[in-house]
C-alpha cells in the first residue's frame, strides 16, 4: 500500500482547478457526506467501490477521500490494483479546510 500516492488537501485543491482528468471520490458513509462533502466530488462509499469501478474512465485521476485518510487508502489501493490512476488525499475531510457542499 506504501505506493499509493499521497496528495495534501492544498494540492487536491490546486489538481481540481487545473487538471480537468482529476476525479475526487468521497468513500465516506451517507451519513458523513451529509455533514459536508469537497464540491464536486463524486460519492462512492468505500462498499460500494467494487461495484462502481466499471463506470469509471481510466483516463481520469482519482483522489480518494475519506474522514481520516483510511478508508480512502484501502479504495485507492483496490484501484490501483485494477489499472486506474489514483492518490489519497493525506488527513482526510479532518485536514480539509476548503469549501463543502451539504
Known amino acids: 500500500m506504501d505506493h499509493i500516492n499521497k496528495v495534501t488537501p492544498e494540492e487536491v485543491k490546486k489538481l481540481m482547478k487545473e487538471d480537468n482528468d482529476t476525479v475526487v471520490v468521497d468513500v465516506r458513509e451517507d451519513e458523513e457526506v451529509a455533514q459536508g462533502m469537497i464540491e464536486g466530488a463524486k460519492h462512492i462509499p468505500l462498499d460500494k467501490i467494487p461495484y462502481s469501478v466499471n463506470e469509471l474512465d481510466k483516463n481520469n485521476h482519482y483522489i480518494l477521500v475519506c474522514r ?35
Open 68 to 102: 481520516s485518510g483510511n478508508r480512502s487508502m484501502k479504495a485507492a489501493s483496490y484501484m490501483d490494483e485494477r489499472g486506474f490512476k489514483v492518490s489519497n488525499m493525506e488527513g482526510g475531510m479532518l485536514g480539509w479546510d476548503g469549501e463543502v457542499i451539504v
